[in-house]
């Protein structure tokens, strides 16, 4: 139980920007000021405030009786929302849109399927259709991953050196985030972005800037389109939403599409060998049984559906981060 209140407490004080009040003040605020700023009732306020002393993501002064609240370095760094590795728009996806579909969790379990119709009453036979079902939801749906990689995108496109491969696709690359990464780290190579025709439009207006020259744009369905040429594809928090034949579908296209030589490069939380860990990545797995069609997976299991495409030379990489890697080599 204890668990939820936390996150709950987090959720709120990020919705209401306790802590870009207090990172804009310069300075401690007492409750009074606070709750003014955040438009909410002082006992609420202070009990809130509290929570937050206690979790460690503020600081207390006191001033002749009172008490004045400041951002903790932890907060500002990654619960405000100007911070350029900010969580916040994680946070926000998880309370709005994660929680909802784990409200039915036990209905998960007993049907083994997604719960997005009963959590917002939409039809999930196309699993994006469901994520993207507003435009509003898909902004927040890649603001989340435009935060994941911008904490964790250089980790992972640094585990094997990637500095052979010039062209690179980024099937399904969303906000050009991880796209950016790759740019940063190996700057000879291009990336092209290959997502639907939406998606890449609101990356443009949004996400990616005319200053990002070696990023560019290839609009399709990575199932129903072929797919660009390119030296390396990489796949990013993709498999893990599919079931097994529909990842082998994918690799296949991308093995077909590879040059020669080339290669792939799946991005994944990577549970233990027999199972039994880590905890963040078997409750990822649960995650994706309330709002996708597929599950995360053993190093094994995607060196099994990376050979079953063709791929050959497979090898994984943990970071000791949420996220690691595994590449497949195409023969030349």
């Known amino acids: 139980m204890e668990g939820f209140l936390i996150s709950k407490t987090v959720f709120t004080s990020c919705e209401l920007g306790v802590f870009d009040v207090l990172l804009s003040a310069g300075r401690p605020l007492s409750a009074e000021e606070i709750c003014q700023a955040i438009g909410a009732s002082l006992d609420g306020t202070e009990r809130l405030l509290a929570a937050c002393t206690g979790l460690q993501l503020l600081n207390t002064h006191q001033d002749n009786g009172k ?4 951002n903790t370095e932890q907060a500002s760094v990654y619960l405000t929302r100007s911070s350029p590795v900010s ?12 929680y909802l579909c ?5 209905d998960a ?21 469901a994520l993207y079902r507003s435009d509003e939801e898909m902004v927040k749906f890649m603001k989340l991953m435009n935060s994941i990689w911008n904490i964790c995108g250089r980790d992972v496109v640094t585990a094997f050196d990637l500095s052979p491969f010039k062209l690179i696709c980024d099937l399904g690359g969303c906000s050009g985030a991880l796209a950016k990464q790759c740019t940063s780290a190996y700057p000879e190579c291009t990336v092209m972005i290959f997502d639907l025709p939406k998606v890449v439009r609101t990356s443009r207006e949004h996400f990616v800037t005319k200053a990002d020259q070696r990023i560019s744009f290839s609009e399709g369905d990575f199932f129903k389109d072929p797919l660009p040429e390119a030296d390396l594809y990489i796949l990013a928090r993709i498999l893990h939403d599919w079931t097994d034949d529909r990842c082998v579908e994918l690799l296949s296209k991308a093995y077909k599409a590879c040059k020669p030589g080339g290669a792939v490069l799946l991005v994944e939380a990577l549970l233990h060998e027999d199972g039994s860990g880590p905890l963040t990545v078997q409750l990822y797995s649960l995650n994706m049984l309330v709002q996708t069609e597929g599950r995360e997976r053993t190093a094994a299991q995607y060196a099994a559906l990376l050979a079953a495409a063709g791929f050959t030379d497979i090898q994984h990489r943990h970071t000791g981060k949420i996220y690691d890697a595994v590449l497949g080599r195409k023969e030349t």
């Open 109 to 129: 379990v007993r049907e083994g399927r997604n719960q997005y119709e009963k959590a917002f009453g939409v039809s999930s036979k196309d699993l994006f259709q």
């Open 87 to 98: 969580l916040y728009h994680s946070i926000q996806y998880s309370s709005r849109t994660i």
């Open 67 to 70: 008490s004045f609240y400041s």
């Open 102 to 106: 784990w409200h039915h969790l036990t």
